[in-house]
């Protein structure tokens, strides 16, 4: 793509968003990226390198949850896990987080769902955020659904039991085999139905069912803006795609909407 492309696109995709009137953002792991935190899939991806993790996970968490929490916490266990983790704990918000935290700020993006568990929107001041895989710095109860952050609890008992309503605790993220929580997915479809315009970045949009969320805004008549230096099974559904990394592209549309 050369820079003349860039620009129109980033035009293009300002002007859409400016006639919009409930913009989302759908991110992934490439937004994170540019933070140094490893994707999952494709080149440099974690499980790339090492595989994909075990697909019961959650199955073995409520087999064994006393079991679970002391791999959690015992970093020899799962080395790529610890990877991942380290990868995160040393990470800031990258010039596109901060772009989406300043676009909603000026009113023009209502909600942002990410994949992403790194903490990074909020630490940038996202505000309307639904973390549909969870947050890695949080422990969230099975039953109630209440979350904390996770220093708020000691670990020498193990299983950790929610204060609420006595629970198991577990890890925030969503494992498979894991249901996403009620009031998550909930607040995800209603932003899918509002959204008459949805911002794709960062994401292969091939985990359900964050990928099918775009569908659901064009079934309503709206439009998909996509964010990516490649193409995905959702760039041929795009009206316009910023084919590059996210940490370069989203400043320059969030300063060609401040005019
Ligand atoms: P993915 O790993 O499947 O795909 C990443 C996408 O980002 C690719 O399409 C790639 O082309 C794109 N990309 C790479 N660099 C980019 C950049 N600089 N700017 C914009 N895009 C870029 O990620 P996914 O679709 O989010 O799915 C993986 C799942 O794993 C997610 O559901 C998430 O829960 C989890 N995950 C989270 C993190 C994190 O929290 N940072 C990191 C890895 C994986
Ligand atoms: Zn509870």
Redesign the pocket.
Known sequence: MTLQDTEAAIRLASDLIAESDHLVALV???????SG??????AG??WSKVGEPSMNGYEQFLADPAGWWENQLDPAADPARTE?REA?DSAEPNP?HHALAELERMGVLKATIT????D?HNRAGSKRLIEI?GN?TKVRCIGCEGRWSRDEFSYDALPPICPKCGELLKGDTVMFGEPIPPSVIDACYREATLCDCIMV???????YP?AGFPQIVTSGGGIVIE????P?PLSRIAVVTLRG???ALLPKLVERLRG
Do not use: M, W
Request: aromatic share 4%.
């Open positions: 992934g792991a490439g937004l994170s990226a540019e935190i490893p994707t999952f899939r494709g991806g974690l991942f995160i596109a994949q992403n568990v790194d990074l895989h890695r970045c960062g994401t292969s949009a091939t985990v964050a964010v990516n230096p490649n995905t990394a996210a940490g």
